[in-house]
């Protein structure tokens, strides 16, 4: 009861007298204390938060240089002009970085199948509505042709 009168009493008579009794305001506790901690116990809970923010920061960067890695990957394979923030973000990291191995196993089988592309059958195979079998089965035809055309040649 006498809480509930000081409480009710005492905002009105503090506003009556302009605060002139020197009491601490709730903003001048220190931040520990507010928080329910010892002054140690919250120096040890700032460094922790610090040390964790450290390692965000440290994992940030390595997937930054990481990105940055593949792109300079895919502007090297298509002669794209370099970028400079891509090589800022990779010397950044500081340590080396390197393709993922989910894309760099997706970059091997691209090259094979270039490689393959390349070639002279892959060319061929490349070539819209051409059927190899039909293109062996004209190239014996023309063959068997010029053979006779050389018999009958001989002959007369």
Known sequence: MAFMVKHVVGGQL????????????????????????TQEEFEEYQQQLEEE?????????????????IRTHFRDKYRLPKNELDDSQIQAARDDVEL???????????????????????QLTNIQNMDMGHLKGKAQATLEDLKSSAEKCCVM
């Open 14 to 37: 503090k506003n009556l007298t302009g605060g002139l009794t020197e009491e601490k305001s709730e903003g001048e506790k220190s931040e520990a204390a507010a928080k329910g901690m």
């Open 53 to 69: 923010k450290q390692e965000r920061d440290a994992n940030f960067a390595q997937k930054k240089a990481e990105r940055a890695t």
């Open 100 to 122: 993922p191995t989910e894309l760099a196993k997706m970059i091997a089988e691209d090259n094979q199948e270039e490689e393959q592309k390349q070639s002279v059958l892959g």
